[in-house]
């Protein structure tokens, strides 16, 4: 129930419209609260540097500007958010979390006269200045490829060949891979593909999606879920065996499995055991992608789009920034069998994850 002011009247009318509602509601048994106890947690940052907050600000578009002169800065946010809240159910849980955290939004292009790269963007997450802006995330690696997509070459034909995905985007494709197969509308509805595979493999071996709010890498994770339980980490596949579903406790009730042990998608992938630079060394065609834009994919998994802010790879090497380039494939089968993961990986507050390398992906061009 939203209000728009914290006056004594407008809280009351809220919680009498609030009871209103639930109390002419349908009732069902599957909508459930969980006991809990008194706790308070306090996360992050909750008071703000502000001079500092903006003596980093200043420092970023410097270092930008001196370091990416081909770089254009089209939008810049940097706030600090501070945020304290009260939970309470009808049987006992009562959490209060004061929390607060930096975060900064880059939207930015590669310019050279009348040539311009395609627009890209970076956003983080922190709890601390003591490092500069421009090491967080991927930033520097993001700000060096706007400058070398300037310049771009068409793919030749179509193939059939691998993709390595960069952190930020293989989030993405985990996203969609876990909001097809584990979350509560396909496994209610039951279209999803998994819906019968708890404990067996479906992924590679080597592959381990958790979602962990608890991580020391995430800022001011979830600590406790609508229906009242204390957040827990858990993997939602395990060297590559579906370990749980990613439920309400609602959707879970209907259904008959057990309740997700937190409710975020704080997503962390562990390391693998070789470097970028030797996963890329092993492919003789395919792409480096950066960003992915394309439809919601079906619900066999099938997506297709463009590959943007992308590179050609040949021979083992990064080659130059493609255009008009289309990649195709499918989300549980790319996810089989994994060329690589990166033992680097990148933090932005929100999640931990590595370059991933997969195969069998259509990339069309012209």
């Known amino acids: 129930m939203l209000i728009n002011g914290f006056s004594t009247e407008a809280v009351d009318s809220a919680v009498s419209d609030c009871l209103a509602s639930a109390g002419s509601a349908q009732e069902d048994p599957a909508w459930q609260l969980y006991e809990g106890t008194q706790k308070s947690f306090t996360l992050g940052t ?37 945020a304290k809240g009260i939970y309470l159910n009808s049987l006992g849980a009562e959490y209060e979390t004061l929390e607060g955290s930096y975060s900064l939004s880059l939207m930015f292009s590669g310019h050279d006269g009348d ?75 039951g279209t999803s593909l998994w819906k019968d595979k708890l404990g067996q493999m479906v992924a590679d071996p080597g592959l381990t999606i958790s979602a962990a709010p608890l991580h020391p890498a995430i800022v001011c994770g979830e600590r406790y879920t609508s229906d009242g339980r204390l957040s827990e980490d858990y993997d939602i596949i395990k060297d590559g065996r579906l370990n749980a579903f990613a439920l309400s406790s609602y959707v879970a009730n209907k259904t008959g499995h057990k309740a997700a042990p937190n409710s975020s998608f704080s997503l962390i992938v562990p390391a693998g055991s070789r470097s970028i630079r030797d996963i890329i060394a092993g492919i003789d065609r395919g792409l480096l992608v950066s960003r992915f834009s394309g439809g919601s994919p079906s619900s066999s998994g099938d997506f297709s789009g463009v590959a ?59």
Do not use: W
Request: a negative charge; charged letters at 25%.
């Open 46 to 82: 909750p008071q703000g540097d502000m001079d500092r907050l903006f003596q980093r600000s200043r420092e970023l578009l410097e270092t930008i500007k001196r370091d990416y002169p081909k770089v254009m800065v089209e939008q810049m946010i940097v706030e600090h958010e501070s």
């Open 308 to 366: 943007k802010n992308s590179f050609l790879i040949e021979k083992g090497v990064i080659g130059p920034a493609v255009s008009e380039t289309m990649i195709s494939g499918n989300l549980a089968g790319m996810f089989e069998k994994l060329l690589g993961i990166s033992s680097e990986r990148v933090q932005d507050g929100s999640s931990l994850l590595p370059y991933i390398a997969v195969d069998g992906i259509t990339i069309s061009g012209k």
């Open 115 to 189: 040539k311009t790269s395609s627009f890209n963007g970076a956003g983080v997450s922190t709890d601390s200045l003591d490092t500069p802006l421009i090491e967080l995330g991927a930033l520097r690696q993001l700000l060096s490829d706007a400058e070398k997509q300037i310049d771009t070459v068409a793919t030749d034909g179509k193939f059939v060949g691998p993709v390595v995905f960069t952190p930020d985007c293989a989030g993405s494709m985990i996203y969609e891979l876990l909001g097809n197969f584990v979350t509560d509308g396909v496994i209610l509805d």
